[in-house]
């Protein structure tokens, strides 16, 4: 049931414009990079985006600094709240149940079909940026954060395992999308509920006024994945990260599992 949960899921249009979008994403930072730089090094903005000139692996380290903060959680929002509430909006979850499945098990099935969302998506970053930046820009040893060379591919792979974290990273929202998709037949309210927090999040995340409030916010630790490309990996921020993520999942895992075992969805 999983594999036919997987195929329904990516052969959706919604869902492969999504990872389309997201493939582009890194293509037009490093298309926009390419036009405005006019030497290594003259970039600015945000993390990474000032080395893409000079090695076009940080286009995909580029490419997750700016998905990460809007881009990437808007389409995990959308395709988590749209898990329960959508088969409940198409009058499709009745039958769903009525086959030996289990609310628990189907559940299950529609988490593990995020899960495997969030890794498509961030893979769809990675991909963009890597062949953008190998086409546009030169490749060669990666210079870390800390100063040090790596070799082009360790810096590689420090990418793709960069990009792993940020898919992690994305579970917290993940199971509160699933949550308020348990809330809802309507699968545009439980979406809007979701993006909402993450802007929300975001905006307190930023104000110094409520600082005791951030190491709680499941936003606060995405950039995280930065420390990958240190010399050596510092894993601190990552295994904080990780930690958060894994309390969000229980306390929203087990909200969405209470409401939906209980929830009348047969009437």
């Known amino acids: 049931m999983l594999i036919a949960e997987l195929r329904h899921l990516f052969h959706r249009t919604r869902i492969r414009v999504l990872l389309i979008v997201?493939?582009?994403?890194?293509?037009?930072?490093?298309?926009?990079?390419?036009?405005?730089?006019?030497?290594?090094?003259n970039g600015g903005g945000p993390a990474f985006v000032n080395r893409v000139a000079d090695n076009g692996v940080f286009a995909a380290l580029a490419a997750l600094t700016v998905a990460v903060t809007f881009f990437l959680p808007i389409t995990v929002s959308v395709v988590a709240g749209d898990t329960i509430s959508g088969e409940a909006s198409l009058g499709t979850l009745r039958y769903?149940?009525?086959?030996?499945?289990?609310?628990?098990?189907?559940?299950?099935?529609?988490?593990?079909?995020?899960?495997?969302?969030?890794?498509?998506?961030?893979?769809?970053?990675?991909?963009?940026?890597?062949?953008?930046?190998?086409?546009?820009?030169?490749?060669?040893?990666?210079?870390?954060?800390?100063?040090?060379?790596?070799?082009?591919?360790?810096?590689?792979?420090?990418t793709l395992l960069a990009g792993l974290v940020v898919g992690l990273s994305m579970l917290g929202l993940a199971a509160i999308g699933m949550?308020?998709?348990?809330?809802?037949?309507?699968?545009?309210?439980?979406?809007?509920?979701?993006?909402?927090?993450?802007?929300?999040?975001?905006?307190?995340?930023?104000?110094?006024?409520?600082?005791?409030?951030?190491?709680?916010?499941?936003?606060?630790?995405?950039?995280?994945?930065?420390?990958?490309?240190?010399?050596?990996?510092?894993?601190?921020g990552i295994g904080r990260n990780f930690l958060l993520q894994a309390a969000y999942v229980a306390v929203f895992g087990a909200a969405a599992w209470a409401r939906f075992t209980t929830r009348d969805v047969l009437a």
């Open 22 to 41: 997201l493939f582009l994403l890194p293509v037009l930072l490093a298309v926009a990079v390419k036009v405005s730089s006019s030497g290594p090094g």
């Open 179 to 236: 949550f308020a998709s348990t809330l809802s037949d309507v699968p545009v309210g439980a979406m809007a509920t979701t993006a909402g927090l993450v802007i929300l999040s975001t905006i307190l995340d930023n104000l110094p006024q409520v600082a005791w409030l951030h190491p709680w916010l499941f936003t606060n630790n995405w950039q995280s994945f930065a420390d990958i490309m240190r010399t050596p990996m510092q894993w601190h």
């Open 96 to 158: 769903l149940l009525t086959r030996p499945t289990g609310r628990v098990r189907l559940l299950g099935i529609k988490a593990a079909s995020v899960v495997a969302y969030c890794l498509a998506a961030v893979g769809a970053i990675v991909a963009g940026g890597l062949i953008s930046g190998a086409i546009l820009f030169p490749l060669g040893p990666v210079i870390s954060l800390s100063g040090t060379t790596l070799s082009l591919g360790d810096g590689i792979a420090r």
